[in-house]
């Protein structure tokens, strides 16, 4: 399904001479559920942000069923209707909704459509729907970041991937997140996250380790 080969990414202006990612080659397969550990700086958001088109490798390829996604037309719809990426932090607009969040990157990628039943399904999934009409500072950390897996959840991505998302939430509502992620695998959606909290890799299906760049299968 989604195949990195030979992924490299350098940062002109760092002052470390090795590659942020350094040669990384991966395969994602439907309903794979792959985590991704190793110490901050070892490149795993950089990583994540080339898989999901934010930067650009400097060398390799990034491919979903066989077709180069810097080379595909309109690749930012492809790519919102695919592939799903929930970052690190909230990065919810403080001044919309919860129901304005969820419709914002859609916008953003130009799809148009009547998304209120979807709005409904994906808030329900993360036991939020009576959230619907709230702003974000109404609502914790936990229900923030479940709010964050909705909006991914908005197009039925193939593939979603989260950059720490159990970061700065206590046991109960860290578990009630990878919970979350259980049952969307379970439903079909490949997921790809990189964790520092090594309690929850049982949820995983496979488990890879990056440091300085290098990507290994544990």
């Known amino acids: 399904m989604l195949e990195l080969q030979n992924i490299t990414k350098y940062y002109k202006?760092?002052?470390n001479s090795n590659p942020a990612v350094n040669h990384v080659n991966l395969l994602v397969k439907e309903k794979d559920f792959i985590s991704v550990i190793g110490p901050s700086g070892s490149g795993k958001s950089t990583l994540f942000h080339i898989i999901t088109g934010l930067l650009k490798p400097s060398e390799g390829i990034v491919a979903l069923d066989g077709k180069e996604l810097t080379t595909l037309k309109k690749k930012d719809i492809f790519?919102?209707?695919q592939i799903s990426f929930i970052m690190q932090g909230q990065n919810l607009l403080t001044n919309f909704t919860v129901e304005d969040n969820?419709?914002?990157p859609l916008?953003?990628?130009g799809i148009k459509g009547d998304y209120r039943?979807?709005?409904r399904e994906v808030l329900e999934l993360v036991g939020l729907y009576g959230a619907v009409s709230s702003y974000p500072d109404r609502l914790s950390g936990g229900e923030l970041r479940r709010i964050a897996i909705a909006r991914a959840l908005m197009q039925k991505p193939r593939i979603l991937i989260a950059d720490e998302p159990t970061s700065n939430l206590d046991t109960a509502n860290a578990i009630k997140v990878m919970e979350l992620f259980r049952k969307i695998n379970e439903e079909g959606t490949a997921l790809l996250i990189s964790t520092h909290d090594e309690r929850f890799l049982p949820y995983s299906k496979s488990i890879y380790r990056m440091e300085m760049g290098n990507l290994a299968l544990l």
């Open 79 to 81: 790519l919102a209707e």
């Open 107 to 109: 916008y953003l990628a």
């Open 102 to 104: 969820l419709y914002f």
């Open 13 to 15: 202006h760092s002052v």
């Open 117 to 119: 039943e979807r709005v």
